[in-house]
């Protein structure tokens, strides 16, 4: 039994000198490399590992909750509204997003006039729809 206690505690003492170093320089290509043996034929530097914080680690200071607005109750023919003017925001939207990916995918896109000719739509007023819908994206649909 002692000689087991005597094995293990020189084991224990003996780890930390048996620790492998690492090393870090950069190879031909101009990128990181790490490795247990230095290389032979260029500079390296010897990394320092640190242990990884405990479980959990440091606690941040608890902040406080923002107050709770107390909003009225809305009548259900409100609701309603607001549902309906989601609804046709979210159809909108669609539309936009439909309506960009023609204009930035298609090139050569063409339209009828009013009087029924057909007419193509050049790439300075095609770069204004697209500048137009994303904007449009971005002030309703975000």
């Known amino acids: 039994m002692y000689k087991m206690l005597t094995v293990l505690s020189l084991a224990l003492l003996c780890s930390n000198a048996i620790a492998v170093s690492m090393y870090q320089w950069t190879d031909d ?50 609701r309603a509204a607001n549902r309906a003017r989601e609804a046709e925001l979210q159809r909108h939207c669609e539309q936009l997003n439909k309506n960009l990916e023609t204009l930035v995918n298609n090139p050569r896109l063409t339209r009828t006039s009013a009087s029924g000719e057909v007419e193509r739509i050049g790439e300075d007023e095609r770069q204004k729809m697209i500048l137009d819908a994303r904007n449009g994206l971005e002030e309703r649909c975000n």
């Open 29 to 78: 290509r101009g990128g990181s490399q790490f490795g247990q043996q230095p290389p032979a034929d260029r500079p390296y530097r010897i990394v320092d590992i640190n242990t990884p914080p405990p479980p959990g680690g440091v606690l941040r200071e608890r902040q406080p909750l923002p107050p709770i607005e107390a909003k009225a109750p809305q009548d259900p023919d409100e």
